[in-house]
Each structure stands twice: as C-alpha cells, then as structure tokens.
C-alpha cells in the first residue's frame, strides 16, 4: 500500500487532484456570477457542477496513466523513477497555492462586506421601530424584454403580484412598491439598493411576452455577498400566469431557509381570461400615477376587465378604489355621495368574492372614511394591512383616520407613519406625510433630515416642506417660504399645495393681486386675509354649490360666514361639519369652538359646552403628542376667549405672536369682540401689524430689486410702483 501511494505521488495524482479542485471552484464561482447576469435556467449551474463533480476521477485517471512533459503528454511507465516530474509538480503546486490564496481572499472580502452591511443597515434604522426583521426583500421592477415597448404595464404588474405574494408571508418584509420602482432603469448596485431599501434580499428580473406566450425570468440576490441564492427561467402560456407567480414565490420561500407562516390565503382565480387580467394590470397602473387622467382612464379600463371577468374580485376591489379616488378632492369630479354609491357594490362583490382579499378591505376603509366614519374604516384598514403588510394606501388611510377620530389618535397615528416608512422608506407621500408629523411635533431637526432625502427623490416636495417649516415653525420666516415655493414651482410649475400656501404668504404680506395670480383657486383665502368678509362668503358659496358634499369646502364657506358675522347661516353648515371626515386641524381655526361660540351667543350653553369639551379633547390629544407652533396657539387662544379666560387666552395669543404669528386678519375672530378695547390685545394686533409690515419690505425689494429673487417670474408693475413709492 506504501509503494501505491508513493506511485501516486511520483506520478502527481495528489497534486492533479488539488489543481482541479481550485480550477472547479474558480469555475463555479464564474458560473454563479455569469449565468444569471445572462438569464440562464438555474439547472444550467447545476448541470455545470455535476460536469465537474463527474470529471473529478477522469482527472485522476489520466494523472496516473499520463505524464505532463517538455515533450507533451505521455504515459507514464511504471517504476519510472528518472521520470522528468519535478517541474510539473511544482507548477501543479503553485496553482493550488494561488487557488487556495483566492479562495482566502473571497472568505475575508464577504467578511468584509458582512460588517460593512451591519454597519450601514445600523445607521439607516437606529430604532427598533423602523429596523429590518431577519429577512427582508424587496421586488424590483422586472426589465421589460417584450418587442413591444407598451407592455411595461404588465412586467410592472408583474413585479408587484410577486410582491403582494409575498407580503403575505407574517415574517417576511417586504419594501413597498413606490420605493423599490424608484430604482427602475436606473443601473445601480444591487448592494447599493439593498441599503437604501434596508433589506437583505433583491428579487430582479425580465418579461419577455409575444402574442400568447411568457417567458418569465428571476433571481433572488443576497445582498451581504451579492451571490445568487436563486434563479429561475418559466417559458409558458398567458394562462399560467398565476402558476409561475406561485412557483416564484415558493422558490423564494425555499431559498430563504426559515419559517415562514403564511397569512390567511386569497384566491388565486388562476382561470381568470387573459385579456381580464391583463387589462386588470393595465388599470391597476393607471391608479398608481394619481393623476386625473389616469384615474379616468383607471374607471374605463377595469370597467371592461370586469365586463370580461365579472367574478374576478381584485378587478372589482381596484375599481372601487378608483372610483373613491375620483372625487372632487382628490383626482375627479364626483361628489362623495357619487363615489360611494358607485364604489360600494364593487367593494361587496370583491369581499363576497374574497373574503381575504387585502384590497377589498382597504376600498372599504377609504370608503367609510369618505363617510366620515373613521373608526370603522380603521377596522377595515387594520384587516387590509393584516393580510398584507406591505399594502402602502392602507397604511397612509390609517394615518389619516387616525387623526379625523375624536378625540384624535395622534400618537398612534405617528406610529403609522412610521411603519409606513420602514416599509416604504422612498415614497415621497409617505415622507411628505411623516415630516408634517414631526414638523408638528416641534422636532424640526428630524424634519431637516426628510427634506435632505426628498431632495433626492422629490425636490419640489422638500421645497414645499422647507417653505411651510418657514411661515409656520418660525424657520425664516414669509420671505424665505417664498424663496423655497418659487424653488418648488419651477420644478414643478403645476403644485397646488405650493400656489396656495404662495397664495396665502403673499395676500397676508398685502399682495393680494400678485397672490391671485399665483393661485387663482385661493381667491377665498385672499379676500379673508384682506379684511373682506362679504367677498369672501360669496366665492365660498359658489365652490360649495359645486361641492355641496365636501366637508373640506363647507368648512371654508362656514368659516367666511362666521367671520362676515352671518352666525345663523353659519352655525347650520358647523353642525354638518362636525360630525364630517375632517381633521380638526383643518384650516386655521377650530369648528368645534366656533359652533360653541354661535351657540353660547344664542343661550344654548349646554350645547356650547359639549362643543368646548371636544375642542379640549383635541387640544389635548395635540399636547400629549408635543404639538407647538402659532395653530396651536391660535386654537387655545380662542377656546379660552369663549369660556371668558381673557387672561390665558392673551397669554396664549402672546405666544403665538412670539412663534412669529402671520396672519393679522386672526384679531377680527368674533370669539375676540370683546378683546377690542383690551390694551394688551390692541399691541399684540400691532406687533404681528409691524412683523408684517417689515416682512413685506423686504420681500419688496428682494423682487422689485436689481436682482430678482425669484428666477424668470416677474412681480406685476403695479406691485413695483409700490416699492417705489415706499422707498422714498
């Protein structure tokens, strides 16, 4: 046996055997690396490493009956001591010692790579609260390879059924739509997007479709190493559509390794007609863009998935949103009733469908908070996000819910947003929504930190944060929120919310011209911010005959009431919109106090205290979540001037004024008519009077001087023969 084993040495069989170790490694590495760049079935890497598994003994084989030599390859001779091996052996020796270096430097870089992840993953979710769980995916847009470039739709619908496939699993999170799609076409890192996102796991992938056929291609990438743990190619009909899905997301499953408890199970409606769905997918991505055509357009489309599959429930469920989300106050014209009445029997058909359908039950939340029935739309949206987790409408419904319940539920509220965010951390709603929270919170360097990330992924939103932080939270003051909405505007010219909030800055600084040429539609607010009442009343009047419905809308035209001090009228438009879904942050003032008043001065004293109680309730709701900031000021300011604090409510106007308080037109409140001889009140009135006036010098000369402030806009001339006159 010594002698055989000696023969084996001479004749480099040891040796032969290590060099095709490290060559086999070095091509599996190369494999693995390749294959699934090139989108090739993931038996292929299989096979490749069977190859090499099979010629393992071919080599030792022929390293016993054959010799490497100067002279080529001969066999070897038995007993051939002389034989010229020496050279060979140390040439096979240095290539096992480079193999084995490599394979060294490969265990200390994924090392590397694996602190270096926890480092960064650290810093992204220093919370508990917002950190990732064990395992976390998130699915990228699949690569549209379909010869027809208008299929994008279905290859991002695709992309999202996975998602919502495994968003049903309890322990698996999954990143949101909106931030995982902010990567598509962008050539990034899968590394690099892993951190963003906050997972340790990418799903990526192609869809290539021609006439009735799919061909399907995945991967599943860890992100510490950047190695593939699984891949896959499905060629098949349209028809198996939901099998592929399903095989996917077992695959995943699998390759994770790890208990994974599946929530309660919807139908897959796996017969459902091709056209229905794809049609589905087509509407279902028209909702997504939120914009008044593509919600149009939404309606039309699922119409006809429906007239094609009538019992395909998550057609019903997305139509239904669609409708809801065709209202007046958000991307139509409907009325609230209308929507309602159209939406509600989808929503029924998709539940009686599919009881365990998430969509279903978040169109039934929005529709009973559109209602003005917030606790049992959070019953609705609890249930949607327990059947997916990653159902982002949900979760931002609930936020808001959670704020239109009495007394509101700010904390929890707050707590939803945040999981929103751990989820979606790159959606501009989302941390649009989050930094109004914190911004109300008083933690305005948190607020900071949001609008530094949106200017990467939303600048005209971060704008518009920085320009409301600014007017409000005493963060610059008018002028430097002009600055910042004239920055947001030229990005995107089109921004209601920053034309109105110009709109507002500019007539309380006395331009109440140049603010309607700024915002057209906020020619109620500046007429009320200029002193005239009457005016005002009647532009409510006309946008409420438009929106007889809208609580937001009757809410302005009771406020311009009860400002002209047409009480009577007023009071009957308050008693409908405090019972409506309205925030009682809603505007400037409180409906809750200013019902309290109009009946305190009609001796219904029971009824203006039960309207009291609920304005403390909210007052308190909003300082046990650390609300600051002249609103809040304002509201206790005037539910003390009703209950006859003078003392508490100047102390609280006083505060106001100090948190630099804009709005002079405030002083006229009628909850204030017996304020008009206090001496106190009066230099208030003149200090906010003064503020102003300082703050309308200022902005004067920053756009009728030498140097414009605000790009290519250009101040009207009378605004400037203004200037001129006041500057000498």
Known sequence: MQQ????????NVFRVGGAYLVVAWLIVQVVNTVFPALHFPTWTMGFVTILLILGLPVALVFAW?????SDGVRRTTQGQEDAPTGTIGRKLDSLIIVGLLLFLAVLLWDGYLSGNRRSVTAKISPDAETSAPSHAIAVLPFVNMSLEKDQEYFSDGISEELLNRLARYSTLRVAARTSSFQFKGQKLDVIEIAEQLNVDHVLEGSVRRSGERLRISAQLIEAESGFQLWGDSYDRDLTDVFAIQAEIADAIVGALTIPLKLQQNTRDFASVNPDAYDAYLKGRDLIHRRTPASIQSANHILAQALAMAPDYAPAHAQLAIS??????????TLSDVDAVIVAEP??????????????AHAAMGLLR????NPNEALIHLEKATSLNPSHIDALNWIHLALTTVRPPRYGEAGAALRKLLAIDALSPVANFNYALFLAETGQLEEVDKIIRRL????PAIAHFIAARNAIIYDRGGPVVAMEEIFQSLELQSGSGQSRILGAQILAG???PNEALRLAPQAAGIVRTFEGDYAAAVSIAKIAAEKQS??????????????YAGELDEAQSIFETVVHARISSRTGFTSPFTSLAFIRQQKGDLGGAREMLALGWADIEAERSAGFRGWLMDIRAARINAVEGNVDAALVALSQAVENKLPLVYIFDDPVFADFTGNMRFLELKAEVSAYLASERQTLLYRICGSEPLFGDWAPLPETCSVFASESH
């Open 4 to 11: 055989f084993f000696r023969e084996m040495r001479r004749r």
């Open 65 to 69: 009956a054959f010799e490497l030599t």
């Open 323 to 332: 409708y809801l989300l065709s209202t007046a106050d958000n991307y139509g």
């Open 346 to 359: 989808h929503i029924k058909r998709a539940l009686s469908l599919d009881e365990g359908l998430a969509d």
């Open 369 to 372: 908070y559109q209602q003005g």
């Open 455 to 458: 200017a990467n992924i939303d």
């Open 509 to 511: 600084l006395g331009f």
């Open 549 to 562: 419905e809208n609580p937001i809308v009757l809410f302005n035209l009771a406020e311009a009431l009860f």
